[in-house]
């Protein structure tokens, strides 16, 4: 979401509409919280997470973990043995990183183009729950949308944050109304 916003900033031409799933970019983050995300998204400590941390991390992205999504934690754990384990512990901080340094909420206002905005009810991963425990999805949701001037805001039942995974049809068809 937070790059699909950025692109259609950057070449507003390219887009006709936009559709955001669970969008990053609509949760805020103050100096300290910052910090505190740059130092535990550091490569030495990803090489070193426990399975049961890695099956939890994963299952994070669903309201109820899909039978179909259990390649997700096969192929993560066996990336570990892998000779692209260390791209992989470089990668992962280097995306969260930028995130934080190309932040898009203060140019929300400046999208001139029909968005839909989508968010499972149950997306455990935004808001970070650690760095804002009293904010709710609700919230950053309504205070994303609430910014872009012609915007369409759906919450999803019994769905977490990969949406377009765990409740596709439901997804498709917001896009599909959407789109007209």
Not at 64 to 92: G, N, V
Not at 104 to 128: A, C, M, S, W
Not at 139 to 145: D, H, L, Q, R, S
Not at 148 to 161: A, D
Request: proline share 7%.
């Amino acid at each position: 979401g937070q790059v699909s916003v950025a692109a259609a900033l950057q070449q507003p031409a390219n887009f006709r509409q936009l559709a955001l799933v669970s969008p990053a970019g609509f949760e805020t983050f103050n100096r300290a919280a910052k910090e505190w995300i740059r130092a535990i998204y550091k490569p030495a400590l990803l090489k070193i997470a426990p399975e049961e941390q890695i099956k939890s991390n994963i299952k994070a992205n669903f309201h109820r973990f899909p039978k179909d999504a259990q390649f997700l934690i096969d192929e993560r754990l066996a990336l570990r043995q892998s000779t692209a384990f260390d791209y992989y512990c470089q990668l992962i901080p280097q995306c969260v990183i930028s995130m934080l340094d190309e932040p898009v909420f203060h140019r929300l206002p400046e999208l001139q183009l029909p968005t839909l905005i989508l968010y499972g009810e149950q997306d455990k991963l935004i808001p970070n729950r650690m760095i804002n425990p009293t904010l709710s999805t609700q919230k950053v949701g309504k205070n994303g949308a609430g910014k872009i001037p012609n915007s369409q805001l759906v919450f999803i039942p019994e769905c977490g944050h990969f949406a377009q995974w765990e409740c596709a049809d439901e997804v498709a068809a917001a896009i599909e109304r959407f789109v007209g």
